[in-house]
């Protein structure tokens, strides 16, 4: 199977993570969407895959709706009560299967929290990716990484995915086939 890393917030960090074992690794243009301007500035942006995140569960349903020539990957990590909100997991479930759009659960907040703040990242990962399971909604595995120690090999982001509820062909399709659709 092939391993595909879409989002390292490093690009010099490409060739260790092939090194690591994926067979590809790039990064993506983050766009923060936290308003209507905003919204637009991603609509007529020329990049390709784009990670998009923002405060508002509304903004990013809007995003899915207008942005359908980009691959999106969704971060909701930054709405508030993210792991609740069954409307923006239902709004990248039902798009068209053409639009290239899927959930970016970034690896990088667990790896930089300790104690309590990881047990809550976690316990709000699991519930939002039993959620997406439910429903239908794609997601992928990401680094996010910026710097060498938070890069992990496809096996380790498995296990990663595997404490988060996920069984081991879940955690194995977000890192593997999914992100090979969506590039």
Known sequence: MEFCDLNLANPALEKRALELGFSRARPAAVFAVNSRPALRALRNSNSGTVAVEGSSGDLLKDCIRECRDKI??????????????DGLVRSVASAAPSQRVAFEIQLRPLLLSSFAQRAKIISQTSEFLRRCLKL??????????????????????????????????????????????LS
């Open 136 to 181: 239908g909604a794609p997601f992928v595995l990401t680094s996010r990484a910026s710097r060498e120690w938070e890069l992990k090999s496809p096996r380790e982001v498995i296990a990663i995915g595997t404490l988060f509820g996920l069984n081991h062909g879940q955690a194995g399709m977000a890192v593997g086939r999914t992100p090979g659709i």
């Open 72 to 85: 999106l990957l969704i971060n909701p990590h930054s709405v508030p009560r993210y792991f609740l909100d």
